[in-house]
């Protein structure tokens, strides 16, 4: 390695009871290098980066900092040696400044022991301006975008005079100009010899800001190469363990009729004069950006929130909904893009998940229809390729694109007409990304209605029929697929409505 190595982790292996996680991992990390770890839900990245963070002891193996072997025993021993963890989840304390969070838990204090928040909130500001973020150090958490909070997760981290970074999925919740500026945070990074982990399953980005991509698969590295000699095609393969030859599954289907019709919705607050049609067979995209107002619209269809204007239409005839309820009894469904929080109860099991909508239809009174209940569970494990244990496993214990077919089988099993999928491959590796892109296409060739929102353009541009972009809570644009650009849509996502006129 070129540059001076910063750390190594050397045969590391890793058990649960019978349940072998990690191999014998090697990873090294040079100072001011970028080095991605690439794999599959399951592979065995989180529990490599949980031994790193202290959350986990190795059964075997080595940690060594700047050439020193360290005992990583609990996350604080991981801070005192400068390795930071940002998890994908977020953890502020929402009520609290920016200025509180950077330092929380480890405050400065006055002579007289009181809380000095006058100086964290200068030296948070300072690190702010250094990265040129458009913050606040006193502005509470709970009025930033979430994106700007991931960022407010990234500044904590870095602030604390970190020399491992570790960044797990960040981007998931960035709109492209807050990618940007990730990006340039990274490059200053780079150039302070901070060395970085970067985990994410979006290769457009590795290929961009990283120098190495370790793949990993079933608990061993299968793959470390350089990125400027790496192709797309090689790593989805070590990933899989396979050739996914047709990663995208998008066949022609006949469109029959026009399934929901939205005219002049409008929402007090989100959105204001949407109009759009979507066909029965079709693949309907929604693009944009962070704050386009996507997930609000369709909630507003799904009944979640409350429309102020306009009208939803299924079959040519109006509908009221007020409530998920309606929309379900008519045959609309909705997949929320926050299957953990929204589409799921993470401590049930799987069973209990995928019956959740159709309870009608397997309990009356006190007689629960077991036997009807469990055919169904096994008719769609069998049909998506559910990698269960047994009906009985939790559901929060299962790999994301595990959890994402789970969802998608709880809907199903009502028969919906039409489906709203809400970033329906959001932080799922590749493997079952393409699993569920071939689901969605054969809910179009069976004739349902799909809508797909997307924050992945190449997503949109391979799946889908036709696309509309939002911006600002407006339709700026329509495409047929046969129109699809890249540049174009982000063209429409970017400007609004008044520019396009």
């Known amino acids: 390695m070129s540059k001076a190595s910063l750390l190594k982790m050397t045969d590391i292996s890793k058990s649960f009871a019978s349940n072998v996680v990690l191999k014998g991992i090697d990873l090294e990390l040079g100072e001011g290098e970028v080095v991605a770890l690439l794999g599959e839900n399951g ?4 529990t490599l980066i949980k031994i790193l963070g202290g959350i986990y002891r190795a059964d ?49 204090r006055s002579r007289l022991g009181m809380i000095d928040y006058k100086r964290m909130q200068r030296e948070t500001q300072e690190v702010i301006d250094e990265f ?20 407010v997760e990234i500044i904590k981290a870095i602030s604390a005079d970190a020399k491992i970074v570790v960044m797990d999925e960040p981007t998931s919740s960035l ?8 990006f340039r945070i990274i490059e200053i990074l780079q150039k302070k010899k901070v060395g970085i982990i970067y985990i994410s399953h979006r290769l457009e980005e590795l290929f961009r800001i990283t120098d190495r991509i370790m793949v990993m698969r079933d608990g061993k590295t299968v793959g470390d190469v350089k990125t400027k000699d790496a192709e797309k095609e090689q790593l989805i393969n070590l990933m899989v363990g396979r050739e996914l030859s047709n990663y995208y599954t998008r066949n022609e289907h006949p469109l029959r009729g026009v399934s929901l019709e939205v005219k002049g919705l409008s929402h007090e607050k989100y959105f204001k004069n949407v109009n759009f049609k979507a066909n029965y067979g079709e693949i309907v995209g929604f693009a944009g950006l962070v704050g386009a107002r996507r997930t609000e619209l369709m909630k507003t269809i799904f009944g979640t929130l409350s429309k ?40 049930n099991d799987v069973e209990f998940n995928m019956g959740l909508v159709c309870l009608k239809d397997f309990v009356k009174g006190i007689h629960v229809n077991k036997p009807a209940w469990r055919s169904m569970v096994e008719e769609y494990r069998k049909k998506f390729s559910i990698k269960i244990t047994s009906p009985k496993q939790r559901a929060g214990l299962l790999s994301g694109g595990n959890q994402q077919k789970i969802v998608l089988s709880k809907w199903l099993a009502k028969g919906p007409k039409v489906i709203i999928l809400d970033e329906p491959t959001r932080g799922i590796d590749v493997g079952s990304k393409s699993e569920i892109y071939a689901i969605i296409d ?14 992945e353009l190449p997503e949109i541009i391979n799946m889908c029929n036709r696309c509309y972009i939002m911006c600002e809570g407006r339709i700026t644009g329509e495409m047929k697929q046969e129109e699809f650009s890249q540049e174009i849509i982000m063209k429409y996502a970017t400007d609004s409505l008044e520019h396009i006129r």
Do not use: W
């Open 43 to 46: 592979a065995g990245k989180s």
């Open 60 to 108: 075997a193996g080595g940690i060594y900092i700047n050439g020193e072997k360290k005992e990583i025993s609990s996350a604080a021993a991981a801070g005192a040696n400068g390795i930071r963890i940002i998890h994908q989840e977020i953890i502020l304390v929402p009520d609290r400044s920016i200025a509180a969070n950077v330092f929380l838990g480890r405050e400065y």
């Open 132 to 151: 040129h973020l458009n913050l606040d150090a006193s502005a509470l958490v709970r009025d930033l975008s979430i994106g700007m909070q991931q960022l």
């Open 175 to 182: 709109s492209q100009g807050e990618a940007e500026t990730l």
């Open 308 to 347: 102020k204007d306009g009208e939803i239409l299924l079959d040519g005839k109006k509908i009221e909904i007020k409530r998920p309820k309606d929309a379900i009894d008519a045959g609309i469904v909705y997949v929320s893009e926050d299957r953990r929080g929204e589409g799921l109860v993470l401590l």
């Open 442 to 455: 054969e809910l179009a060739s069976m004739g349902t209605s799909i809508i797909m929102v997307s924050s």
